[in-house]
């Protein structure tokens, strides 16, 4: 089954397929000769019950209107693709009729992309930062004969030396402006400070944006800044970034500029130039693929000067687990570093990484994102390199993380599982009703007088969940029996079902939400028994020789 846009938009893709009874690739013949059969078996006039002839109204008009809008290529190619929830947006009437099936999938796509948009412009996008530096040097740079002076045993003294806080919120003003408020606090073995900065941005063109930064704070001073960002070719942008800043000791002002290009599709080249108090040129080179990102770059200036490459794997699991390198060589010294990355929520990604340098030390650092919103805990172990520093950064943190994992991770997404599939079963209780009041619709309406004259014909069907034997209650309570829909669907001493799932069947509804279900069939056809059990969405057609009770004793 092809991957939907989301779950429930996988339901409605199957919807009018399984109701009309037809493969997703189904012609217009063929959508026309099930839909003629469908009319004359659930057509009101044929009931004079004013209950059975509301219930089959009610069948009546949906089948009319699955096939109204399968049967037109101009909506079907937008259902296939959106469900029913597309032919409701606002903006596909407007795609030329007369486009390919392929065309309308691309203009289509570009109206929810420019509607994607203006709902994002409406939103504040809150992000923030929150850093908490931890000094336990005292684990591994301590002498005995200190510790044996020291109050409390000796014990290792592990501190916080340094916390930075920061967030930003985003507040669309127009169509095309938008205010961005973010602020920041600071401190460092007890001084601190913070600042507040106020940016307008403006949408230009397609092409680009401007920007006018203004901020405070009581360390720097007061700041004025422009940044300009433009689309030079389809492969080539350029930034642009000037400020003055209004320091203690007098104006500091500063300058940037970046070009980047896509040297192909994989590969983006970027060359950086700055000028104030850091001035330098950086060249970089950045290949993103699939599986793999590599990094490279070289930069020259004051104070510093240095050469970094960084590799990364990118696992293709369902965790999206990373592991990661680099080494970073310059003035100041070589770190080394190394690292994993995963996902461990819906919106939680956890990575670690261990720092070595000289004369840095070891460091490891903590990386937790849960949506906007990043913690970072950097924990300084010691300023040697003492390899006894270097494994317990390595082996520390995978301990942990698979004790924790083990532990609390897996249960609580078990039993949050667990909660939301309550919720929806909850939650679905109303649809499972209509489900049911039209199945039964569907055997009230039933055209079938005289089926025992059939030369293929439905004898048991049963519809759910199946458990063992012993569970003769339990069965009952998730499996339906779903004998007379099929034999209403059968034609020519035939049945075919689709690759759908068979709850959209007419007379079907879903008797366990979010439990796994198959199709349990004892038939007869020629007078010769025959049964099979069909998954919920495995295409099925009968009569088989391979499925005659007789062959299987």
């Given at each position: 089954?092809a991957a939907p ?5 996988e339901?409605n893709?199957q919807?009018?397929?399984s109701l009309l009874n037809?493969?997703k690739?189904?012609t217009a013949?063929?959508?026309k000769a099930?839909?003629?059969r469908?009319c ?6 044929k009931?004079r019950?004013?209950?059975l ?8 008009n ?5 096939y109204?809008?399968?049967?037109d290529?101009?909506s079907?190619a ?7 929830k ?11 009729r007369k486009?390919?099936?392929?065309e309308?999938?691309e203009e289509?796509e570009?109206?929810?992309?420019e509607?994607e948009?203006r709902?994002l412009q409406?939103r ?5 930062t ?7 040097t005292d ?9 044996e002076?020291?109050?409390?045993g ?11 806080i920061?967030?930003s ?6 169509n095309?402006?938008t205010?961005?408020?973010s602020?920041s606090?600071?401190t ?9 900065n106020?940016?307008v941005?403006r ?8 920007e006018?930064e203004?901020g405070a ?25 000037c400020?003055?800043?209004?320091s203690?000791?007098?104006?500091r002002?500063s ?7 896509h040297?192909d ?17 950086t060249?970089s ?6 599986s ?6 070289l930069?020259?200036g004051?104070?510093?000067?240095y ?5 990364q ?6 965790d999206?687990?990373?592991v990661?390198?680099?080494v970073?060589t310059?003035w ?16 939680s ?5 261990v ?6 030390g070891v ?6 994102a849960r949506a ?7 924990v ?10 270097v ?11 698979m004790?924790?994992?083990?532990l609390i991770?897996i249960?609580?997404t078990?039993a949050?599982?667990e909660?939301e599939?309550e919720?929806?079963r909850k939650?679905?209780a ?5 489900k ?5 619709s569907?055997v009230?309406?039933?055209?079938l007088?005289?089926?025992s004259l ?5 004898l048991?069907a049963?519809?759910?969940?199946f458990?063992?034997d012993?569970s ?5 309570a998730k ?9 209403c669907?059968?034609?020519d001493?035939?049945?075919?079902l689709?690759?759908?799932?068979k709850s ?5 509804y879903?008797?366990?939400v979010?439990e ?8 007869q056809?020629?007078g010769?028994?025959h049964q099979v ?5 495995e295409s ?9 009770i007789?062959?299987?004793?």
């Amino acid at each position: 089954m092809a991957a939907p846009l989301d779950d429930d938009i996988e339901s409605n893709n199957q919807d009018f397929y399984s109701l009309l009874n037809v493969r997703k690739e189904a012609t217009a013949e063929e959508l026309k000769a099930s839909y003629r059969r469908l009319c004359m078996l659930y057509h009101p006039d044929k009931h004079r019950d004013p209950e059975l002839k509301r219930q089959a109204e009610q069948l009546f008009n949906q089948v009319h209107q699955a096939y109204e809008v399968l049967s037109d290529a101009h909506s079907r190619a937008i259902y296939d693709i959106f469900g029913k929830k597309g032919l409701e947006v606002e903006g596909w009437e407007v795609v030329e009729r007369k486009r390919t099936p392929a065309e309308i999938r691309e203009e289509y796509e570009r109206l929810q992309r420019e509607r994607e948009e203006r709902r994002l412009q409406q939103r504040t996008n809150p992000k923030g930062t929150i850093s908490v530096g931890v000094d336990a040097t005292d684990l591994f740079d301590r002498y005995d004969e200190d510790f044996e002076e020291m109050p409390g045993g000796g014990f290792p003294h592990i501190e916080i030396n340094k916390m930075h806080i920061s967030q930003s919120i985003e507040a669309p003003l127009t169509n095309s402006d938008t205010a961005v408020l973010s602020g920041s606090l600071s401190t460092h073995n007890g001084n601190g400070g913070g600042n507040i900065n106020m940016t307008v941005r403006r949408v230009m063109s397609a092409k680009g944006w401007g920007e006018v930064e203004f901020g405070a704070g009581d360390i720097l001073g007061p700041l004025i800044g422009l940044k300009v960002f433009r689309n030079v070719t389809p492969r080539c942008f350029m930034t642009a970034q000037c400020g003055l800043q209004f320091s203690p000791r007098g104006l500091r002002p500063s300058c940037s500029l970046m070009t980047a290009r896509h040297l192909d599709q994989n590969t983006m080249g970027y060359l950086q130039w700055r000028w104030g108090p850091n001035s330098a040129m950086t060249t970089s080179l950045v290949r993103d693929t699939k599986s793999s990102h590599f990094t490279l770059a070289l930069q020259l200036g004051v104070p510093h000067s240095y050469l970094m490459m960084s590799y990364q794997y990118k696992f293709q699991d369902e965790d999206q687990t990373k592991v990661k390198g680099s080494v970073k060589t310059g003035w100041f010294g070589t770190v080394v570093e190394y690292g994993a990355e995963r996902k461990i929520s819906r919106h939680s990604i956890l990575s670690a990484t261990v720092s070595i340098g000289v004369p840095q030390g070891v460091t490891l650092k903590i990386k937790l994102a849960r949506a906007n919103q990043t913690y970072l805990f950097p924990v300084h172990l010691t300023d040697q390199l003492l390899p006894s520093a270097v494994f317990y950064a390595t082996v520390g943190p995978l301990l942990v993380y698979m004790a924790v994992h083990r532990l609390i991770v897996i249960p609580y997404t078990q039993a949050q599982k667990e909660q939301e599939l309550e919720l929806q079963r909850k939650s679905s209780a109303t649809d499972i009703a209509k489900k049911k009041q039209e199945a039964e619709s569907a055997v009230s309406t039933r055209m079938l007088k005289h089926s025992s004259l059939l030369c293929l014909i439905i004898l048991n069907a049963w519809y759910g969940t199946f458990v063992s034997d012993t569970s003769q209650k339990q069965e009952k309570a998730k499996v339906i029996d779903v004998t007379v829909p099929l034999q209403c669907l059968v034609k020519d001493s035939k049945l075919i079902l689709t690759e759908a799932s068979k709850s959209g069947l007419p007379g079907f509804y879903d008797p366990c939400v979010g439990e796994e279900k198959s199709l349990k069939l004892l038939y007869q056809f020629r007078g010769v028994l025959h049964q099979v059990i069909s998954a919920d969405t495995e295409s099925l057609r009968i009569p088989k020789q391979s499925h005659r009770i007789e062959s299987e004793s």
